[in-house]
């Protein structure tokens, strides 16, 4: 499973566009065509009226730019992001110049999902007690200064691996919790209304099956979406191997698999696959087709499901996982023909 290290980087290449279009048009890539006219819309909440919303985090791990590898990203993929998915922690400023231009780009707008570890460098129980206050405010205050267009905001995701039993540490569920709905009722005093909030797991049986994982969920008052983050691998014999129904369906023995677990505890929240991949071993190429074509006769079954958000890495923190869609010719042509799909044709209203 990946860990939450992919956070912005500073940018090492200036006009990386120029240098990559020779070398795409060589793939045989091409620039995705305009969105054709949808009757499907977001509402106030960001949850499309109909389809699902398609995005991604683009090369993770890299030095590159976030806003070109995206851009790169959409050229392999043939469709323009719908969802922006960026990193940041503790006091990092943003969103970013660069963030805000992805927004507002006239022909292909995208909506920020921006993934915030608040608690960087202290604990959820002092973020929970006020401690970290001025760095909320100060986030509030750059919203307020530079966007007004909706946005999503996941706080710490994957918390499950980040739990501490020992309260003396501060790092507990409930302390993840409290220090949640400390975050989000702060930001909306500030008068935050244009942000939609994701409580984003990781879905694993192994923390499913703890004692403690009930007491994550900060509550529905302060949780728009309940997002996942799960991967599948395209090697049959290696770590969880299958295909995207595996991914949304992890349970801890004898318990209820997790789109199970949010529809039925939490019926009026759309879910968001805020990560997903398919990988295999770096220097070991299995074709991911296999992966790639189950996900559009899941998500016909799984109503819930109106986002997903693609990770794209060639290697994983660990440096041994390719979770990349083009690590092979076929696995790339079954990307593509899921990407044209209709389904994911969402017009956007930011304001």
């Keep these: 499973m990946l860990r939450k290290s992919m956070y912005s980087l500073a940018a090492l290449v200036a006009g990386l566009g120029a240098a990559l279009a020779g070398p795409m048009a060589a793939q045989g890539a091409t620039t995705p065509a305009a969105a054709p006219a949808s009757k499907c819309v977001t509402d106030a909440k960001l949850v499309p009226t109909c389809g699902v919303l398609w995005g991604a985090a683009a090369g993770g791990f890299s030095t590159l730019p976030r806003d070109q590898e995206l851009k790169t990203w959409e050229q392999k993929s043939g469709r323009t992001?719908?969802?922006?998915?960026?990193?940041?922690?503790?006091?990092?400023k943003f969103p970013t110049a660069s963030e805000i231009a992805m927004v507002r780009d006239k022909a292909k707008p995208r909506v920020l999902l921006m993934n915030w570890r608040v608690e960087y460098g202290s604990t959820w129980a002092n973020v929970a007690a006020g401690k970290l206050d001025a760095r909320i405010d100060a986030f509030a205050a750059r919203i307020k200064a530079t966007m007004p267009e909706k946005f999503f905001l996941v706080l710490n995701h994957e918390p499950?691996?980040?739990v501490r039993t020992d309260a003396k540490l501060g790092m507990t569920a409930k302390d993840f919790a409290a220090s949640y709905r400390h975050v989000i009722k702060r930001l909306k005093s500030k008068g935050l209304d244009n942000m939609v909030?994701?409580?984003?797991y990781m879905g694993n049986e192994k923390w499913m099956a703890?004692?403690?994982?009930?007491?994550?969920?900060p509550g529905d008052d302060v949780v728009d979406w309940v997002g996942l983050d799960s991967y599948v691998s395209s090697e049959a014999d290696y770590?969880?191997?299958?295909v995207f129904?595996?991914?949304l369906d992890r349970k801890a023995k004898g318990g209820q698999g997790w789109y199970d677990w949010a529809a039925k505890n939490h019926p009026t929240k759309p879910i968001m696959v805020?990560?997903?991949?398919?990988?295999?071993r770096v220097g070991q190429v299995v074709d991911k087709s296999k992966q790639f074509n189950s996900v559009l006769p899941e998500l016909a079954?799984?109503?819930?499901?109106?986002?997903?958000?693609?990770f794209d890495t060639k290697k994983d923190l660990f440096g041994d996982r390719d979770i990349s869609i083009d690590s092979s010719p076929a696995s790339l042509a079954a990307f593509r023909k899921l990407a044209k799909s209709p389904k994911f044709s969402v017009a956007l209203r930011l304001r």
């Design 81 to 92: 992001s719908s969802i922006f998915h960026v990193y940041h922690k503790g006091d990092e």
């Design 160 to 162: 499950e691996d980040d």
């Design 197 to 200: 909030n994701v409580v984003a």
């Design 210 to 217: 703890q004692s403690w994982w009930k007491d994550l969920y």
């Design 239 to 242: 770590y969880h191997a299958g």
């Design 245 to 247: 129904a595996d991914l």
């Design 274 to 280: 805020a990560e997903w991949g398919a990988y295999h």
């Design 301 to 310: 079954k799984r109503p819930k499901v109106k986002a997903i958000v693609y």
